[in-house]
């Protein structure tokens, strides 16, 4: 439509910006939400390959699917009956141990402790620095809204995640459907291209979905059965279950967790125990890196390392943790449109 009159022209584009800045608006408002469903159905469709398989044996997929999600529900289950109540248990303990922890810092001996390991940290002006901070008189008052907000983003995690658990329950028993629905949404002409690369982008992602959860459990595993029998560490359980969710993050959650893991060993069980735990992650990091990925992810995605680097940080600058998490695969995804659209329509050119 061609517009003569300049004002009726301006009158339209004014109301394009505002319907835009509306949808913005409205998109910025929903982002939470967005959020969840984003990752329920990111994790739906790393049920998929499971219930897949689970036809290919010869079960009905509403009966495979009911034995997936019932799998998954006996999961959660079991990690609310066995692990939550460890970790209470030594998270509990753990803070009964500051104040030994208090008295250490005060007669000196770990601060010598510490300079003994880490002899480059200039212990004394952090010191003071941690003493400055607490004689200052908003101290309290900022602690005290501090664990406030602690506490809120604790209820909003665990109440985020609930919903999270009932959206993927709802996507994977209707996945199919879902997909259904959408592919009669594309021309007739380019169906059967687009349900193809689709299925192998689910594909993609389910093994991906798969492929990190399983690293995650060899870390989780492997870190309680050392810490555990091996070197006998205090809290061990909550030390490996910091693993695993670290695990969970591409690129840098290993390494971060073993940190924050030789760091809470060296404040609770000082040396040399703490040698034992860094050497081990040290050497875990080498195997993981160059035995289990591989073997592992290169099932799932193939994906240039580079590729995997800068989808990882731009997905985290961009949605946080979710954003690190589905950028690999969104990556894969891109990469394989791009093989198979557009490089084809460039050659046919």
Partial sequence: MKI???????L?????VLIALLIGSAVISLATILTYIGAALFLALGLDPIVTWLEHKGMKRPLAIFTVLLGVLGVVAGLVLAIIPV???????????IPKVIESFADGSLNQAIKDILPWVAVDDLLAQVTDTISDPTFLSNLGGGVLKAGLGLATGVFGALIIVILMLYFTASLGSLKRGIYQLIPASKRAGFIDISEQISQSVGRYVVGQLTLALV???????????????????????????????????????SIVITLAVLLFDGTPTVYWVAGYYLIYMQVEAYVITPRIMTRAVKVPGVVVVIAA????????LLGALVAIPVAASILLIIKQVVVPRQNAL
Avoid: M
């Fill in 4 to 10: 003569q009159n300049g004002f009726l022209f301006g």
């Fill in 12 to 16: 339209f584009g004014g109301l394009g």
């Fill in 87 to 97: 970790i209470a248990e030594q998270v509990q303990t753990l803070v009964e141990q």
């Fill in 219 to 257: 870390n989780g595993v492997l870190s309680f059965i050392v810490l555990t029998f091996v070197i006998r560490v205090e809290y061990s359980a909550l030390l490996a279950f910091i693993a695993f969710l670290g695990s969970l993050i591409p690129l840098v959650g290993t390494i971060s967790a």
């Fill in 313 to 320: 940080l731009a997905g985290g600058t961009l949605l946080g």
